[in-house]
């Protein structure tokens, strides 16, 4: 069983939380973040995003987080869906926006809420499905395990859930 990085879960456990992610996919290649929310040595690459602040919109949330983490501007298309994602001690309503377009050059960013010294943006790359699907089903986003191919994420459901029964 995997343990959340203790200062993911003093951040975040216990609450609802709403996120914003985008999805910017590019010849057949998609724009992941790799956190290392398990630790060190535990992979999970999952579109750049992050939470909403207060009085924030989505869409300015989602160019601050990617900006972030990515150090990439992005302009925001469409809402493509929803995820819920509930596994204790996270649970996340998750917004998922196309990205239409980037401007810059891909860098590994860091997460302002979390510690210098703890930081867990291990990378930043374009992958292929094939390749994300190559990991351990653990080391990936769950929308990744629905797909058969990148086109396929823009006629997901409009709402699906990761919620553990």
């Known amino acids: ?12 456990g216990g609450n609802v939380r709403v996120r914003v992610s985008g999805i910017y996919i590019v010849q057949d290649q998609v ?3 790799n956190h290392s929310l398990y630790g060190k040595s535990q992979s999970f690459w999952s579109p750049p995003g992050g939470g909403i602040l ?17 150090g990439l501007v992005a302009e925001i298309g469409d809402l493509l869906f929803v995820n819920e994602f509930v596994q204790p001690p996270l649970h996340a309503i998750e917004l998922f926006f196309e990205v239409k377009a980037v401007h810059g050059s891909i860098s590994k960013g860091t997460d302002p809420e979390i510690s210098m010294h703890n ?10 499905l094939e390749h994300i ?3 351990p089903v653990e080391a990936y986003h769950s929308i990744f395990t629905r797909l058969q191919s990148l086109d396929e994420i823009h006629r997901l459901g409009k709402f699906l859930s990761d919620a553990k029964k």
């Open 31 to 33: 724009l992941l973040v």
């Open 1 to 12: 069983m995997q343990t959340l990085n203790d200062e993911v879960k003093n951040l975040y």
């Open 133 to 135: 699907q190559a990991l």
């Open 119 to 128: 930081q867990i943006i291990e990378d930043v790359k374009l992958m292929r």
């Open 54 to 70: 207060f009085g924030e919109t989505a869409e300015a949330a989602l160019k601050r987080e990617i900006r972030e983490e990515t």
